[in-house]
């Protein structure tokens, strides 16, 4: 059984940084698959990075792309994302998700808040 808790967030001005952190245990062999999304009031929730097993990752848009960066620490059993440059449109509550065949995890999720 997979168990992912996200840490890290908080209240940031524009331009700052901050590094989420997505904590697994159980099966940690997840770790080698997992999504960060986000959501915000009242909007969907979006994908915001992807890591492949092999290490290479993908981004929601451009400017997640050229932002943030998500990492792996099998050490430890995380799953990272440093944002840099944050910005307003950045708050929003963000989680860490499992997805593989019938298996569905989600974090309780860690609240982001970019002031302007």
């Known amino acids: 059984q997979v168990r992912l808790v996200e840490s890290g967030g908080g209240l940031v001005q524009a331009g700052g940084s901050l590094r989420l952190s997505c904590t697994a245990s159980?099966?940690?062999?997840?770790?080698?698959?997992i999504d960060w999304y986000r959501q915000a009031p009242g909007k969907a929730r979006e994908l915001v990075a992807h890591?492949?097993?092999?290490?290479?990752?993908?981004y929601g848009d451009s400017s997640m792309r050229d932002r943030f960066t998500i990492s792996r620490d099998t050490r430890n059993n995380t799953v990272d994302l440093q944002m840099n440059s944050l910005q307003s449109e950045d708050t929003a509550v963000y989680y860490c998700?499992?997805?593989?065949?019938?298996?569905?995890?989600w974090g309780q999720g860690t609240q982001v808040t970019v002031s302007s």
């Open positions: 998700n499992y997805q593989r065949g019938a298996v569905n995890v």
């Open positions: 159980g099966d940690t062999n997840c770790i080698a698959v």
């Open positions: 890591i492949h097993s092999g290490g290479s990752a993908n």
